[in-house]
């Protein structure tokens, strides 16, 4: 019995929460990898701190020999006492990735950079660009088969 109170907890806890709410809530999370600003960070349990810019790309989460993909766009990254909060602009797991929608609005952030080019100007071409990244994330995390 002793010995089962000195163990390491098993997992982190992961939440990701958007202005629209909660996306996801799970324990016992084995890995999360997140694209930060500075690079790719794998958290596991007893981590150290972390505090980084996410960068508009995919996450992983490995639990119970599965691998949940996610699409996040942006946000803050936060780590500490086995528990990894996810403040996203906007998150999705792959399999409430509407495809469809994710194409169309690639196509139109595609035809809004053109436009941006051809007028020459940067503040839409900025805003233009973060929204394809954005579609193009969606639709690569949809593909995933997990």
């Known amino acids: 019995m002793a010995e089962q109170a000195n163990q390491a907890p098993s997992g982190i806890a992961v939440k990701i929460v958007t202005p629209e709410g909660d996306i996801y809530s799970q324990d016992g999370v084995e890995l999360a990898v997140i694209n930060t600003q500075g690079g790719q960070v794998g958290i596991m349990a007893q981590h150290v701190p972390v505090l980084a810019a996410l960068t508009i790309s995919e996450m992983v989460i490995k639990k119970d020999d599965q691998h949940i993909p996610l699409a996040v766009n942006g946000g803050v990254a936060e780590f500490s006492n086995n528990t990894l909060t996810v403040v996203a602009d906007s998150a999705e797991t792959s399999d409430h990735i509407d495809v469809s929608r994710a194409q169309n609005a690639k196509e139109r952030a595609e035809a809004r950079l053109a436009h941006a080019q051809e007028v020459k100007d940067e503040h839409e ?3 233009a660009r973060v929204a ?3 579609a193009v ?7 995933i088969k997990h």
Request: aromatic share 0%; charged share 25%; hydrophobic share 55%.
């Open 125 to 127: 071409l900025m805003r």
């Open 132 to 134: 394809l990244m954005r």
């Open 137 to 143: 994330n969606r639709i690569q995390v949809a593909s």
